[in-house]
């Protein structure tokens, strides 16, 4: 497979295994990487589409993708795609959970980092999601969307897809 969009190459391989009932199962597996590297240092980032492109290139109808953010300062979580609502998270976040003061934070001091809030905004909203799919289709409810949430960002970073399922 090729390569994505501002991603790495696609791998794919499908496992086979016994059942009790002495039937053969075919398990696919297949990992997607992509890269983000956001114009602002906070985004919110719709990846819904990116996760059902997963799904169909593993051709997956039953099981799930397990969404991860491979860095400790960004997030992967399930909400309504809905830009107020986006802008009540960061504002959330940075007024009442983690403000963006880089001088009250033991983890910016003597490290050259400012960047702990970061950390512990990923900690708060989870650095992965599992998403279940069922017949065919990603298993969301009906206002369900799933973002990657950028807090240090202007660099880049990684985000596993990994696809498991018949």
């Known amino acids: ?16 295994r016994a059942t009790t009932l002495d039937r053969v199962c075919s ?15 906070q985004e919110i980032i719709d990846i819904t589409d990116d996760v059902e492109a997963c799904r169909a290139e593993a051709d997956i109808t039953e ?4 969404v991860s ?6 997030s992967v979580f399930v909400n309504d ?12 976040l ?25 950390h512990l905004r ?7 999601v599992i998403v279940p799919v069922t ?3 990603l298993d969301l409810g009906p206002w369900q969307r799933i973002f990657y949430g950028e807090w240090d960002g202007q660099r880049p970073k990684r985000v596993i897809f990994k696809a498991l399922g018949t």
């Open 122 to 128: 990923s900690l708060t909203l989870g650095h992965e």
């Open 69 to 74: 953010a491979m860095h400790i300062s960004a």
């Open 81 to 92: 795609h809905e830009p107020g609502l986006w802008q009540d998270i960061q504002q959330w």
């Open 63 to 66: 099981g799930m993708i397990l």
């Open 27 to 41: 398990m696919r597996t297949h990992t997607t990487y992509r890269i983000f590297e956001t114009a602002r240092r």
């Open 94 to 118: 940075e007024e009442r959970i983690a403000p963006w003061s880089p001088d009250d934070y033991r983890h910016n001091r003597g490290t050259g980092e400012d960047n702990a809030a970061a």
């Open 1 to 16: 497979m090729g390569a994505r969009e501002g991603g790495f190459a696609v791998t794919y391989r499908s496992l086979q």
């Open 135 to 137: 017949a065919g289709r």
